[in-house]
């Protein structure tokens, strides 16, 4: 039987606005990796092999990176999926542990990002997202904006004319995740805006103004994984958290089939992930307490409230009127770190700056971003061209 499998430390930097953060990547990463073994209270000699995660880097940056912690010879393997990169090297850890192949994994995430849009690095050969490109320029015509806002945006449009949500509903999601990140001492933006300064602010593409998308950002994030054995025989149960489910999809025939921006942008790969990650864990979605998703724009954690099955399919508009995914809802707590919007997305430390927030939020040491009685959480973390995961964390029993 697969051996259970926990998060027994976490740790990261505060995310920062590229060219802000002092040093640099080994510095950023040896700042979070000694968080997280502290958190754990294991040396770095206890880890049995590591998974670095980071899209801007040359080949070995990940061991580069790692060797700041200790030079023990471990295996040391880079991680590249896009934005689900951090999400992707935990999902590595999880496996070697879960397999018994190691009892105790540490998975690390970075980025030193430049200011500004995304852009295509290489231009002499096929763009991994070719396909995805040429589909969604024949549902709609690409227009002078950013790349991703508008493949994003081009989702929040669909939603909109299928299914009748509107500006307001994606402008009160930027709204709450700016608002819930004031408490986020890592957070990149910890400033509290009105709805009207949502919608108010510059228009990138509509529905999405520049307080619904989120930064690029400088910064790192790791988590240390052990094996049931490894926290009996180390007395590590005060602090282990169970990661109970979790699943990696990558694209399906509907993505091209469908004819849908939603799905074109990740709604079917994320559904299938969570379905798959909450049968694991044996726990229904309305189990869960809190959520931490990937709303690189308002329009991605909408359709992701359905994708998730928080909401019907073209009901995800209705968890915002009713105010369901904030404190005090009626629905689970949906991004309490600000998420990428307010928090930052340095890409290889996004995954694993969310399950940090939910590893402190199931311990109840989130401080003023507490979810009361939190029990049970979800991380969702999606890469386009593609990869989408899903995990389910819950206290240990």
């Not at 001492?185 to 593409?205: M, R, V």
């Not at 399906?252 to 990650?277: K, N, W, Y």
Request: net charge negative; aromatic share 8%; glycine share 10%.
């Amino acid at each position: 039987m697969p051996d259970r499998t926990f998060v027994i430390g976490v740790g990261m930097t505060p995310f920062s606005k590229p060219g802000t953060k002092d040093g640099d990547y080994p510095d950023w990463v040896k700042e979070a990796g000694q968080a997280a073994l502290a958190d754990a209270g294991v040396p770095y000699s206890a880890i049995q092999e590591a998974y670095a995660g980071y899209c801007y880097g040359d080949s070995t940056a990940g061991q580069r990176a790692i060797y700041g912690l200790g030079l023990t010879g471990i295996p040391v393997v880079n991680v590249n999926n896009n934005c689900s990169t951090g999400s992707s090297a935990l999902y590595l850890a999880r496996r070697a542990v879960r397999s018994g192949m190691s009892d105790c994994a540490l998975a690390v995430g970075f980025e030193k990002m430049e200011r500004g849009s995304l852009g295509t690095k290489y231009t002499d050969r096929t763009n991994p997202m070719d396909k995805h490109v040429v589909a969604l320029g024949e549902l709609r015509e690409w227009e002078q904006a950013p790349f991703a806002p508008q493949m994003f945006g081009m989702a929040g449009r669909e939603h909109m004319e299928r299914y009748g949500s509107t500006p307001e509903h994606y402008a009160w999601i930027g709204w709450k995740n700016h608002k819930h990140s004031v408490n986020n001492p890592y957070a990149q933006f910890q400033t509290e805006y009105s709805l009207q300064d949502i919608k108010d602010a510059q228009e990138i593409y509509a529905p999405l103004t520049k307080l619904q998308c989120s930064p690029t950002s400088d910064g790192a994030a790791a988590a240390v994984v052990a094996s049931e054995r490894f926290v009996d025989e180390h007395d590590l149960w005060d602090r282990a958290i169970e990661l109970a489910g979790q699943a990696m999809v990558t694209d399906v025939p509907e993505t091209f089939s469908e004819r849908s921006a939603i799905t074109l942008v990740g709604g079917r790969m994320s559904a299938r992930a969570a379905r798959q990650a909450l049968e694991e864990a044996q726990v229904g979605i309305d189990e869960v307490d809190v959520v931490e998703l990937h709303d690189c724009f308002s329009a991605n954690e909408l359709i992701t409230y359905e994708a998730l099955g928080l909401a019907a399919e073209g009901e995800g508009h209705t968890l915002v009127d009713a105010q369901a995914t904030t404190y005090g809802g009626d629905g689970p707590v949906v991004n309490p770190s600000g998420g990428l919007i307010s928090k930052g997305h340095p890409l290889g430390a996004t995954g694993l700056a969310q399950c940090a927030e939910l590893t402190w939020q199931l311990r109840g040491t989130a401080d003023d971003r507490q979810v009361a009685e939190a029990t049970t959480a979800l991380q969702h973390n999606i890469g386009l061209g593609g990869a989408a995961v899903v995990g389910i964390y819950r206290k240990a029993a």
